[in-house]
């Protein structure tokens, strides 16, 4: 509530007869040079100044805002409201749920915990593909999804019922993202606040750091850790430093044949190499106009890939546009006019803000891109995809060329289990012409037994193929990133029926999806009748959900995933995703990519990632002749035609008029009720977690943290896939055995995602992804890399080889502190709380790599770890440290005095693991504790705790 008005700010906008209470951002000296973005925050401090937490003097800071000067003025951020996934957001209201019996313990109300912003999930992240190419498998994908999920889901319906502001859209519907952009966003909010109705941005932080989609629309949002959304949700202004802001220049169109996906990987592999982390990036120019609003929401996702906390587009003509077609009622609209050009917001292309660096891409000069195999600023062009996949395989591939026949297993009845295998035959003379194929990409690469491992697959009909590294097992239109633009999804079915016309389907080794990001997609498919046509080729809908993008991917083809592990082969996986981290897609994939929609298609009947699309030919079309890419790529003006004829206001209207009313599975799941939550101590989907046990409302003085080992020495781009995965969880590793111990079959393991509300799982699955590579094991394994969840065990004599989690509980017993060593970028990746909450839980103290990715920095201090970097151009190789030493940090007690010492002394001295002759190593480790209010998380032993103590 805001108390003060110290710049008179306060003022009425008229919109038909209907008067609203705005603050103008043109009584701040300034203001009329800051770019959009920032012309944002700055309506949010005028609106929140209350004296104390938001002042005149940040106002002031922003208003004089030095465009080339480094970040150092802190200000505090109250985002409109907090968007939520299932996954992370789960946590969060186990978290709020865990706080009201605190509130009680220390005496206060619990009904005093309730979102004080509204709060909204859309549940997303469960749906598994484990059914595909068929009619039934979306029908059977749900009923799974109730079955796996019914503990989590009558957990939210009571969190929909127990707390104030907050709106669940159940499953089954569409991805948060999207819904986000065809719904829930309203640009302008309005909302009545102490009687008066108010006008202002809408802006939001989110559980998932994709968020940012929510950018092409005008709207100032991003991820952040789900500990900094349950903050935000309770009234806590996001502390941060105002930024800096990169103008990027956008001029000319996208010509024929380029798609929005390539577009925003040429856009994320120049941020990535200019270097955006930490920045705000926002769009300008003539160009802007001419980009589609869904293109925008494309480019805004793809933030967390470039890097930047958010990618915005300023709001105009087609802003309004987009708002009319997905059924915003005409006075919003006019609101969101209204307002904007009142505030200065309106996009102007002739004006030029002020923006602390330039970049300029000419639309004109985009060619068509993939990304891969493990990072989605790894763009390679699509004409040099096979040559550039002939290198990287070498890198993947053991050296063996011994063909072995491999026996289908699956019942020939089934075609949800693979698609239309039992009634397929496989074309052999084409089969070995692409192996052929196959052999000549590789030699040419320079080594064709390194790289090379082709095996015989018999199907249950008794044809076979050859599976070779580099084939493509799995072809997946998925993530909201392209789901949502109409463009690419309709290229892609008009690719699927040229390809249907001319005779062609998918390869019989391919598993295809498709997951739509809302109803509206299959509404226009149907309507197209495009729908059948990728049906043809084996792409039925799976699933409304992140699905094959965030691992979700089920079981490859049985007799497929067979030949693989059998065989160490390299397959790809090719995705309209956002991302393609190792390990994260299947765990039969090492390699994966990034696509647009219509060359997932286009993969699927090529069925090898070692493919030219301008020389090799997909096959032979019925008329017997070879059928080339060029020959089924459609063209943009019969995209637009069917976008023209098939897609309506009144279908966004009709599917989101009952968006948060869900099914009769939904409404007909049994749910407590209550102000405070009904555990069950049975449950292994929602449990009370520990954070407030022994709480007491004094602080506990922050000491120096001594005698601790380390944990882990990693390597670079250590992602939060790397520290905490979503997917499978492997059978045998600590997560599963004590799955087994409490009665879980293997089949019903279900994710680490779906997990989420299980402290005990979370703690176990923490730095259990199957890809990481934890140096500190090498030393006993002969110099061997190995991966997986390991470590070495120091309390024990020789400090054997051990799963991560049971040294942790070893060293916690024994009362020995934790500290990691990492790399470069360490916790890129998705928002994962719990790759915060699980290293915390794991008894690690501190972090200390060379730089960290935005989010998981934060959410280690909300979790009470600080996070330390090593001196610049110093790495833990490079000082000489290998993890066998005992770690002390001296000097972080300075912050007992309200401040926040700059660096602290480490010292690393050789223990009896160590090797021979090994000296101790003493460095200034710099503290990213950046700002006064992440100061006072750490101290309170974390965010939760703060919030917790300031609310009783």
């Known amino acids: 509530m805001s108390t003060v008005n110290s710049f008179g700010s306060k003022s009425t906008l008229k919109v038909g007869d209907t008067d609203y209470e705005v603050f103008r951002i043109d009584t701040v000296p300034g203001h009329e040079k800051l770019p959009f973005s920032l012309k944002v925050l700055l309506e949010n401090l005028l609106r929140t100044e209350d004296g104390a937490n938001i002042t005149k003097a940040q106002i002031d800071a922003l208003g004089s805002w030095d465009p080339n000067a480094e970040p150092d003025t802190e200000i505090q951020f109250t985002p409109t409201r907090v968007v939520m996934q299932d996954f992370t957001g789960v946590p969060c209201i186990v978290d709020l749920a865990t706080m009201r019996e605190a509130v009680t313990a220390l005496?206060?109300?619990?009904?005093?915990?309730?979102?004080?912003?509204?709060?909204?999930?859309?549940?997303?992240?469960?749906?598994?593909?484990?059914?595909?190419?068929?009619?039934?498998?979306?029908?059977?994908?749900?009923?799974?999804?109730?079955?796996?999920?019914?503990?989590?889901?009558?957990?939210?319906?009571?969190?929909?019922?127990?707390?104030?502001?907050?709106?669940?859209?159940?499953?089954?519907?569409?991805?948060?993202?999207?819904?986000?952009?065809?719904?829930?966003?309203?640009?302008?909010?309005?909302?009545?606040?102490?009687?008066?109705?108010?006008?202002?941005?809408?802006?939001?932080?989110?559980?998932?750091?994709?968020?940012?989609?929510?950018?092409?629309?005008?709207?100032?949002?991003?991820?952040?850790?789900?500990?900094?959304?349950?903050?935000?949700?309770?009234?806590?202004?996001?502390?941060m430093l105002i930024p800096r802001v990169v103008g990027f220049k956008l001029t000319g169109e996208i010509p024929a044949g380029v798609t929005a996906t390539d577009v925003v990987l040429t856009i994320t592999d120049m941020l990535r190499k200019h270097g955006v982390v930490g920045k705000f990036v926002e769009f300008y120019g003539e160009g802007v106009g001419s980009v589609p609003l869904a293109n925008r929401a494309t480019i805004g996702n793809m933030s967390p890939e470039f890097g930047s906390t958010a990618a915005m587009f300023p709001i105009d003509d087609v802003t309004l546009d987009y708002l009319r077609l997905t059924g915003r009622d005409e006075h919003a609209v006019q609101l969101v006019e209204d307002y904007a050009k009142q505030q200065k917001l309106w996009h102007d292309p002739s004006v030029e803000p002020a923006f602390s660096e330039y970049l300029e891409l000419d639309l004109a000069t985009v060619v068509p891109s993939i990304a891969g195999p493990k990072r989605p600023q790894d763009r390679i062009l699509l004409s040099e995809a096979?040559?550039?996949?002939?290198?990287?395989?070498?890198?993947?591939?053991?050296?063996?060329?011994?063909?072995?026949?491999?026996?289908?297993?699956?019942?020939?009845?089934?075609?949800?289990?693979a698609p239309g295998v039992e009634h397929e035959t496989v074309n052999h003379e084409h089969v070995s012409h692409q192996h052929e194929h196959a052999h000549a990409g590789l030699l040419a690469s320079g080594d064709r037994h390194a790289a090379s491992n082709p095996v015989k697959v018999t199907q249950p009909s008794g044809d076979s193929y050859l599976l070779d590294n580099g084939a493509v097992t799995l072809a997946a239109i998925t993530s909201c990133t392209n789901t949502s633009n109409p463009s690419v999804m309709i290229a892609a079915g008009l690719l699927a029926r040229k390809a249907v016309e001319k005779g062609l389907t998918r390869k019989p080794w391919v598993k295809t999806t498709l997951g739509p990001g809302s109803k509206v997609v299959t509404d226009y498919y149907e309507k197209s009748g495009l729908d059948k046509d990728l049906e043809s080729v084996g792409f039925y809908t799976v699933g409304y959900g992140c699905t094959i993008c965030i691992g979700n991917s089920g079981p490859l083809i049985e007799e497929v995933s067979a030949a693989i592990n059998d065989n160490d082969l390299a397959v790809t996986a090719?995705?309209?995703?956002?991302?393609?981290?190792?390990?994260?897609?299947?765990?039969?994939?090492?390699?994966?990519?990034?696509?647009?929609?219509?060359?997932?298609?286009?993969?699927?009947?090529?069925?090898?990632?070692?493919?030219?699309?301008?020389?090799?030919?997909?096959?032979?079309?019925?008329?017997?002749?070879?059928?080339?890419?060029?020959?089924?790529?459609?063209?943009?003006?019969?995209?637009?035609?069917?976008?023209?004829?098939?897609?309506?206001?009144?279908?966004?209207?009709?599917?989101?008029?009952?968006?948060?009313?869900?099914?009769?599975?939904w409404t007909s799941l049994p749910t407590p009720t209550g102000p405070v939550f009904e555990w069950d101590e049975k449950s292994t989907y929602v449990r009370k977690p520990p954070y407030f046990e022994g709480m007491k409302m004094e602080l506990t003085p922050v000491t120096d943290i001594t005698g601790a080992r380390v944990m882990a020495t990693l390597g670079d781009s250590v992602t939060t896939d790397h520290v905490s995965p979503a997917g499978n969880i492997k059978a045998g590793t600590p997560a599963a055995q004590y799955l087994t111990e409490h009665g879980v079959a293997q089949k019903d393991f279900n994710s680490y995602g779906s997990r989420r509300g299980n402290h005990e799982v979370m703690i176990r699955g923490t730095f259990a992804n199957i890809r990481l590579k934890n140096a500190i094991?090498?030393?006993?394994?002969?110099?061997?890399?190995?991966?997986?969840?390991?470590?070495?065990?120091?309390?024990?004599?020789?400090?054997?080889?051990?799963?991560?989690?049971?040294?942790?509980?070893?060293?916690?017993?024994?009362?020995?502190?934790?500290?990691?060593?990492?790399?470069?970028?360490?916790?890129?990746?998705?928002?994962?709380?719990?790759?915060?909450?699980?290293?915390?839980?794991?008894?690690?103290?501190?972090?200390?790599?060379?730089?960290?990715?935005?989010?998981?920095?934060?959410?280690?201090?909300?979790?009470?770890?600080?996070?330390?970097?090593?001196?610049?151009?110093?790495?833990?190789?490079?000082?000489?440290l290998d993890g066998t030493e005992i770690v002390s940090?001296?000097?972080?007690?300075?912050?007992?005095?309200?401040?926040?010492?700059?660096?602290?002394?480490?010292?690393?001295?050789?223990?009896?693991?160590s090797p021979a002759g090994k000296q101790p190593v003493e460095f200034d480790a710099v503290v990213r504790i950046d700002t006064p209010g992440e100061a006072d998380y750490y101290r309170n032993g974390g965010i939760l705790q703060y919030v917790l103590r300031s609310l009783v």
């Open 777 to 880: 094991v090498q030393a006993v394994n002969d110099g061997q890399v190995v991966e997986g969840g390991f470590t070495r065990d120091f309390t024990q004599p020789e400090g054997p080889q051990s799963y991560i989690y049971d040294a942790s509980q070893n060293y916690q017993a024994a009362g020995i502190p934790l500290v990691i060593f990492g790399g470069k970028e360490y916790g890129s990746g998705s928002s994962r709380d719990w790759a915060a909450k699980g290293t915390s839980l794991l008894g690690v103290k501190a972090v200390i790599t060379e730089s960290f990715e935005r989010i998981h920095r934060s959410n280690l201090i909300g979790m009470g770890v600080v996070p330390l970097q090593f001196p610049q151009g110093e790495s833990w190789e490079s000082l000489g």
């Open 574 to 665: 090719v995705l309209s995703g956002n991302r393609n981290f190792e390990g994260r897609i299947s765990p039969d994939v090492k390699m994966n990519y990034l696509a647009s929609p219509p060359l997932v298609v286009a993969y699927a009947l090529a069925g090898s990632m070692n493919f030219d699309f301008d020389s090799d030919s997909l096959g032979k079309g019925k008329d017997g002749q070879e059928v080339f890419l060029k020959d089924i790529w459609p063209e943009p003006a019969e995209v637009q035609q069917i976008i023209d004829s098939s897609i309506s206001r009144e279908q966004f209207i009709k599917q989101y008029a009952t968006v948060f009313d869900g099914d009769e599975r």
């Open 889 to 913: 940090i001296t000097g972080l007690e300075e912050l007992n005095n309200g401040t926040t010492p700059k660096t602290v002394k480490v010292t690393a001295t050789p223990s009896e693991h």
């Open 386 to 417: 096979k040559s550039q996949f002939g290198k990287d395989i070498l890198n993947y591939a053991e050296a063996t060329d011994e063909a072995v026949e491999v026996e289908g297993t699956f019942p020939a009845s089934d075609p949800g289990t």
């Open 107 to 239: 005496g206060g109300d619990p009904k005093k915990i309730n979102p004080l912003s509204p709060a909204e999930m859309v549940i997303d992240h469960s749906v598994i593909a484990d059914l595909f190419g068929s009619d039934n498998a979306l029908e059977r994908n749900v009923e799974i999804e109730y079955e796996r999920n019914g503990e989590r889901y009558q957990f939210l319906r009571w969190g929909q019922t127990a707390f104030d502001d907050f709106k669940v859209v159940p499953p089954g519907t569409g991805i948060v993202h999207q819904v986000n952009i065809e719904h829930l966003a309203k640009v302008i909010y309005d909302r009545t606040v102490d009687g008066v109705l108010r006008a202002y941005p809408d802006t939001c932080v989110g559980t998932d750091s994709h968020t940012t989609m929510v950018n092409g629309l005008g709207v100032l949002g991003w991820g952040v850790g789900g500990i900094e959304a349950e903050a935000a949700m309770l009234g806590q202004p996001v502390s």
